[in-house]
């Protein structure tokens, strides 16, 4: 089929799910706000055929984010019409929240002693070195409390009611005192470690070991690093291979939701979404913009070069597949190519801004929703832990599920509630991702114009052209 021939396919699929949709909602209120007696096959009728039209459009569309929109739809529907049956398919979503938790320790352990043992020239770029990483830690810092703030005056985790077999939620996290909080983030045994999901723990030994694999003179680093680069590549393939599983896991995870919820919590589901949208908003105006005007950053050019990068990590909820325009575009921007490639795969695993306001925002969800009331010290113990088991997996589709599971298993959180985020988190992930990338791009201008470097040096012709025919379009 040819692509006008394509586009006008999945278009007329969609045009019919839209009238169909439309027909359904409006017998539905007739029937329900005017008294009018509707045959209850009608309506089952009128909402399959456009579940069926939603899946035309999703079959020419091609695309694991319409996919996944297919299985929400479908979840809920079965959810409604056959709760039994819909309760039934929470195995599916167990089965991949089970090979989820397989990626987490891997993933984390290759990304880290890459990123780590990869600059181990950091002596040559010292300084460099140092300043992006105050900057990364500052702004995710002002991340994580700005995704605290809003999760507790929105309280969108508030009034949902647990699922019949929801195991009982503890009143508050396990308590600790100081020194065992700092003992238990380090191992004793990285094997145990692993087995436990003591992500912390995972977290200090993989910074140890790259560290002292960068000291490691380089005949000896070279093939281990070799290893470790291959590795992280095939976690990230082995993630995307797993991530094929999530419509199918969404399907089950929302049909189980309603079957034993109700719709209600889809409102609070809504809620948190807006939550985090509104969060990043503020992060955005409050955060990225004065942060360009004080290191006098031209807005316009700025914001014309991370458009782009953005918008792919928008459409892909990767970081990753925004990487190489990001640093393209930000090279024609004016930031040398040795800033570019040190600050943005360095900020990849140390700088996600939008991601770790989605934690901290995430977290606090879970533990509302299990009716669970933390302090605020609390708070902060947990949202600071995830900042750490954060680093390192941005360029994984959904990888902060992956973080969530492991800290809430750390915390002695329930993890019923993530079931319940799985629905959505495809939304909120385009947003966090798109974030994370801006506030790359963004660093990499601010440290060269810290360095004094910004414009100093002429981008090199292959990365000019793309940006001229952008300019273009």
Sequence with gaps: MTEPNHSRSHGKFLIAFLLLAGIAAVVWAVAHYGGIAVPPGLLLGLRWAALVAFAGYTFYRRSLTTWIALGILVGAEIGHDWPHFGASLQVLSSIFLRLIRTIVAPLIFSTLVVGIAGHSNLKQVGRMGIKALIYFELVTTIALFIGLGAINLSKAGVGITPPANAAPA?????????????LHVFPENIAKSVAENQILQVVVFSIIFGIALALVIETKRRPVLAF????????????????????????????????????????????????LYAALIVFVLCVFLPVALIFRLPIKRLLKAIAEPASIAFATASSEAALPRAMETMEAFGVPRQIVAFVLPTGYSFNLDG??????????????????????????????????????????????????????????????????????????????????????CLATAVIARWEGELGNEAPSPAVLEPAAQLRTQ
Excluded at 412 to 435: C, E, K, N, Y
């Design 170 to 182: 503890q009143t508050q996290v396990q308590k600790q005192n100081g020194s065992d909080f700092i």
């Design 355 to 440: 991601s770790t306001l989605y934690l901290s925002l995430a977290a606090i969800f879970v533990a509302q929703a299990a009716g669970i009331h933390l302090t605020f010290g609390e708070q902060l113990i947990l949202v600071f832990t995830l900042m750490l088991t954060s680093k390192g997996i941005a360029g994984v589709p959904r990888a902060m599920i992956v973080v969530l599971m492991a800290t809430a298993d750390s915390f002695h959180l329930p993890t019923w509630p993530i079931f319940i985020l799985l629905g959505v988190d495809q939304v909120m992930d385009m947003a966090r991702t798109s974030i994370n990338v801006v506030g790359n």
């Design 228 to 275: 470790m680069e291959g590795f992280s590549e095939t976690m990230f393939k082995f993630t995307n291979i797993v991530m094929l599983f999530a419509p199918l896991a969404v399907c089950g995870a929302i049909a189980y939701t309603v079957s034993t919820m109700g719709f209600g919590v889809l409102v609070n589901l809504l809620k948190l979404v807006a939550t």
